[in-house]
């Protein structure tokens, strides 16, 4: 198959490119950064300017399937201007490839776009799947749903349109586990706020394997890309300490701190979204780190 990816250069999109790449699939990306239309060895590098509405369509040619993950840092301060960012990048940029793809002879048949579990309100109790219409009212749970909407659009060029719900992604070197353990290994880690907030995780080789299973299976519909079995933020702490092999003896950090160190975005870290995967393991979608301490070990 022949993929266009946008976000190809970020922490997932390296993952799954390389994947795609050892599957013998063929990869065309869409990159923000003229500097980087080269940086992903065998793979076609196109420039794309969201703000200008600019892309180069030669970046559909032959193209059955596009993978949208591009969306600017979520974990910057959310100033006003900020915020339109993190929105034009992930609605705006669907927005032009699908006027791309309708302006334009395609063949393509499948549009996988990344959505977030942030688009579920923050709740101790419920266990998210994906029927749920609890949605957040908070700044995240915004662009979630607009994004999803800007996806939606698709299916009226009769495409599949596959929306994947991203849950805290933990990876080895960059990403959120890098900035939970970071403290932790410099001795002043402690859970945040109540610590009883559920943080919905997912190793990133199953989020690549289940992106790969969604395109091989062309399923339309909202999926949640999460592991089995989400953590508190307590317990996600004290087994980041445990591998590490490091003491936690400082008390949690009050939720007021964290309000006033990082504004709004403390929402990022205070929020609970306890959310199900049982609907993609009913696809028959097997994964690899079910439990936090075997995709610990394998990522610290
Ligand atoms: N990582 C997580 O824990 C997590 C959780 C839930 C959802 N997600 C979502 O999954 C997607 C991939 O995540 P990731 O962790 O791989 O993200 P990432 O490492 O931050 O990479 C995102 C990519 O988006 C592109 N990008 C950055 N700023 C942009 C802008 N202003 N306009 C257009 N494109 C821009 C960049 O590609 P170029 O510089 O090449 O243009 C970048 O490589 C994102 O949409 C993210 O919101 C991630």
């Not at 266009?4 to 869409?30: P, Y």
Request: charged content about 20%.
């Amino acid at each position: 198959m022949k993929i266009l990816i946008t976000g190809a250069t970020g922490l997932v999109g390296r993952k799954l490119v390389k994947q795609l790449l050892s599957e013998g699939h063929k990869i065309n990306f869409l990159t923000t950064r003229k500097e980087a239309v080269d940086s992903l060895p065998n793979c076609k590098g196109f420039y794309w300017d969201i703000e200008n509405s600019s892309i180069d369509e030669s970046c559909i040619k032959d193209v059955d399937k596009i993978i949208h993950l591009a969306g600017a840092s979520v974990a910057n301060r959310w100033t006003k201007r900020y915020k339109k960012v993190i929105i034009d990048s992930r609605v705006i940029a669907a927005q032009l490839l699908f006027k791309t793809l309708k302006e334009n002879k395609h063949s393509v048949n499948q549009f996988v776009s990344a959505s977030a579990i942030g688009i579920y309100k923050h709740s101790y109790d419920s266990n998210y799947n994906e029927e749920d219409r609890s949605f957040s009212s908070g700044f995240l749970g915004e662009v979630v749903q607009q994004w999803e909407l800007a996806a939606d659009a698709f299916s009226t060029l009769n495409i599949n349109v596959t929306k994947v719900r991203i849950g805290v992604v933990l990876a080895n070197k960059s990403g959120a586990l890098q900035k939970m353990a970071q403290p932790i290994l410099f001795g002043f880690g402690a859970p945040l706020a109540s610590g009883k907030q559920y943080v919905s995780w997912i190793h990133v080789k199953d989020l690549t394997q289940l992106i790969v299973f969604l395109l091989d299976s062309n399923d339309a519909g909202v999926f949640n890309a999460v592991a089995p079995n989400p953590v508190t933020n307590s317990a996600l702490t004290k087994a980041i300490a445990m591998q590490l092999n490091k003491p936690l003896f400082l008390p949690n950090t009050p939720k007021f701190v964290l309000k006033f160190v990082l504004g709004e975005m403390h929402e990022m870290v205070c929020d609970s979204q306890k959310v199900s995967s049982l609907k993609i393991e009913k696809e028959g979608f097997i994964f690899q780190f079910k439990t936090l301490e075997k995709a610990l070990k394998d990522l610290l």
